[in-house]
Each structure stands twice: as C-alpha cells, then as structure tokens.
Nanobody
C-alpha cells in the first residue's frame, strides 16, 4: 500500500518561513516525479511546483517562484517544500503527490496523494 504523509504545517506570521515535508512509502520513491499543490476554500487546486526523480528538473508556478523551493532526499523517500516570505494568500491546505511523469504541475499527472497539511499565515 502506498502512503503519502505531509508534515510541518502550522501557523506563521506574514513574512515568515515554514518547511513542509512529505514522506512516501510503498513505492520506489526515486522512480517518481514529486509535486506540491495547494487549495484554499472556494478556489481551485493550484500546482506549485515539481521535482523529477533525479532532482535535475524543477518547475515552479508563477505565484511562488522565487519564494518557494522544492527539494527531495531519495534516501529518505522524502520531499520538501521550503516556503519563505509567506503571505496571507499562501494560506491553504498543502498537498504532496507522486506521479510517473515528466515535470508537471497538472494534478491529473499525479497518481498518489497525501491527505494534506494546513498552513495558516497571519497578517
């Protein structure tokens, strides 16, 4: 059984930083492209970025480019999202996903999803 578990969420003040982690089990982690997504109430799910199996290809959405950084540790089967200069608009449920795809931030390209972790940004 594949499990995807996000951690590291919480409440942070605007301008602050937070690092999310995503630990995966039940699959060969370094076969998969990993992505981060988020969704706020009343909004569509937004693809934030992804990293390919070897870390050579990263892609970021416009809203987070320059503030968020994705990385992975294949030995630990773990994906990370470093979020800096957080803004109130960054408040959302954040999701990690795994897919046998090239670089993509389209949700339909990802097969396995976590339950999500809440991030709250106070102004």
């Amino acid at each position: 059984k594949v499990t995807v578990v996000e951690s590291g969420g919480g409440t942070v003040q605007a301008g602050g930083s937070l690092r999310l982690s995503c630990t995966v089990s039940g699959l060969t982690f370094d076969d998969y492209t990993m992505g981060w997504f988020r969704q706020s109430p009343g909004k569509e799910r937004e693809g934030l970025g992804c990293i390919t199996w070897n870390g050579e290809s990263l892609y970021y959405g416009d809203s987070v480019r320059g503030r968020f950084t994705i990385s992975r540790d294949n030995a630990k089967s773990t994906l990370y999202l470093q979020m800096n200069d957080l803004k109130p608009d960054d408040a959302a449920m954040y999701y990690c996903a795994a897919g046998l795809t090239w670089a993509s931030i389209h949700a339909e390209d990802f097969t396995y999803w976590g339950q999500g972790i809440q991030v709250v940004v106070s102004s």
